[in-house]
T-cell receptor, first 117, second 120 residues
Framework: KAGVTQTPRYLIKTRGQQVTLSCSPISGHRSVSWYQQTPGQGLQFLFEYFSETQRNKGNFPGRFSGRQFSNSRSEMNVSTLELGDSALYLC????????????????FGNGTRLTVT | AQKITQTQPGMFVQEKEAVTLDCTYDTSDQSYGLFWYKQPSSGEMIFLIYQGSYDEQNATEGRYSLNFQKARKSANLVISASQLGDSAMYFCAMREHSFNSGGSNYKLTFGKGTLLTVNP
């Protein structure tokens, strides 16, 4: 089974631009989560989608948005980029179904490293 | 207050020895799950082991075991027979079994991580 695929691996953008990151989950997984990882703040939860619906959202400004398509693929968008948005953005998928599936591990992709100059 | 605390920013261990990475957590939920992930310098997060709050036995996965002490709210990772390839950042994470309008909460809260270096 193919793992979680994130594209692109690296991005360099300038302040004020916008960026879209893509994530393809493991086949059969319907839950997709996004995390931001920085040296200062560590791993921070952005949002989680299940069956095209946002189920959870972290404490990030509205410039950060996402969506999930009917094939479970997900995109994350950051508008009006700031220097502080430079980070490794990790996507993770899980089966995410049923009341007992909270023990399902998240399977992460390799991440997209975004640099804002 | 931090929900996941990893007090060891860095740890060193000799190859073939065992090492324990500490993790304490804070939750008022009765149902929760604890996870350990490994992140090599390449950046990918690799799932290692899971422990549920109702599991009576400590979880084991190959050379990884989880020393779960519920009353002390600790979930330490033990790596036996360390290998050079074990050098990486290790993150402890917790999923609390809370609900919102969208259903069960699948968000993971991570600790700051411990950088493990295995020396030859």
């Amino acid at each position: 089974k193919a793992g979680v695929t994130q594209t692109p691996r690296y991005l360099i953008k300038t302040r004020g631009q916008q960026v879209t990151l893509s994530c393809s989950p493991i086949s059969g997984h319907r839950s997709v989560s996004w995390y931001q990882q920085t040296p200062g703040q560590g791993l921070q939860f952005l949002f989680e989608y299940f069956s095209e619906t946002q189920r959870n959202k972290g404490n990030f400004p509205g410039r950060f948005s996402g969506r999930q398509f009917s094939n479970s693929r997900s995109e994350m968008n950051v508008s009006t980029l700031e220097l502080g948005d430079s980070a490794l953005y990790l996507c993770a998928s899980s089966s995410g179904q049923g009341s007992s599936s909270y023990n399902s591990p998240l399977h992460f992709g390799n991440g997209t490293r975004l640099t804002v100059t | 207050a931090q929900k996941i605390t990893q007090t060891q920013p860095g740890m060193f261990v000799q190859e073939k020895e065992a090492v324990t990475l500490d993790c304490t957590y804070d939750t008022s939920d009765q149902s929760y799950g604890l996870f350990w992930y490994k992140q090599p310098s390449s950046g990918e997060m690799i799932f290692l082991i899971y422990q549920g709050s109702y599991d009576e036995q400590n979880a084991t996965e190959g050379r990884y075991s989880l020393n779960f002490q519920k009353a002390r709210k600790s979930a330490n990772l033990v790596i036996s027979a360390s290998q050079l390839g074990d050098s990486a950042m290790y993150f402890c994470a917790m999923r609390e079994h809370s609900f919102n309008s969208g259903g069960s909460n699948y968000k993971l809260t991570f600790g700051k991580g411990t950088l493990l270096t295995v020396n030859p």
